[in-house]
T-cell receptor, first 108, second 115 residues
Framework: ELKVEQNPLFLSMQEGKNYTIYCNYS?????LYWYRQDPGKSLESLFV?????AVKQEGRLMASLDTKARLSTLHITAAVHDLSATYFC????????FGTGTRLKVLA | DTGVSQDPRHKITKRGQNVTFRCDPI?????LYWYRQTLGQGPEFLTY????????KSRLLSDRFSAERPKGSFSTLEIQRTEQGDSAMYLC?????????????FGPGTRLTVL
């Protein structure tokens, strides 16, 4: 059974700092997704990673994929308060298996 | 707004009552998915449709749950004889069903509270 684990589960960081969220998955998958969820809101698609070594960047967020290690990272550069949210990774094709999420709080 | 829409956004019901939720996907999307999300957890897959055909159901979808997509457009999710454990956010998503990425786009969700 495919399992997806994220760490850390909670992250409190100062504005301007850098940090990385990790997503490990237990079996091979040809697609990995990152989503953002604000409190009480639905999920917003951030990135889709398809191949080993794939890197995608949008603003202060950069996602990468290492299929051999079954690991994806979401790197936050110079965090700002607006990035405060819960971030989920998910793997799968039609049936997404989500991680437990990383709740990020950026402190001014 | 051309995104995924869900109705109602909130539903409070008493244990034992039946509830029905509706999802309208993005118009050109062939695939439609239902997920359930409880507090502090990631969404869990319930079922999905390719056009009007329901192709997979999770073990989480007990006999009290039924989903339909009669004309391959909107979908309904019905829960019969609701239980307190059914309280959750029910998310609908849709995707094109083609292409390499086939990203799922999520609706705002229906929050169900069973008293």
């Amino acid at each position: 059974e495919l399992k997806v684990e994220q760490n850390p589960l909670f992250l409190s960081m100062q504005e301007g700092k850098n940090y990385t969220i990790y997503c490990n998955y237990s079996t091979t998958s040809d697609r990995l997704y990152w989503y953002r969820q604000d409190p009480g809101k639905s999920l917003e698609s951030l990135f889709v990673l398809l191949s080993n070594g794939a890197v995608k960047q949008e603003g202060r967020l950069m996602a990468s994929l290492d299929t051999k290690a079954r690991l994806s990272t979401l790197h936050i550069t110079a965090a700002v308060h607006d990035l405060s949210a819960t971030y989920f990774c998910a793997v799968g094709t039609y049936k997404y298996i989500f991680g437990t999420g990383t709740r990020l709080k950026v402190l001014a | 707004d051309t995104g995924v829409s869900q109705d109602p956004r909130h539903k409070i019901t008493k244990r034992g009552q039946n509830v029905t939720f509706r999802c309208d996907p993005i118009s050109e999307h062939n695939r439609l998915y239902w997920y359930r999300q409880t507090l502090g957890q990631g969404p869990e897959f319930l079922t999905y449709f390719q056009n009007e055909a329901q192709l997979e159901k999770s073990r989480l979808l007990s006999d009290r749950f039924s989903a339909e997509r009669p004309k391959g457009s909107f979908s309904t999710l019905e829960i019969q004889r609701t239980e307190q454990g059914d309280s959750a956010m029910y998310l609908c998503a849709s995707s094109l069903g083609t292409g390499v990425t086939d990203t799922q786009y999520f609706g705002p969700g229906t929050r169900l509270t069973v008293l």
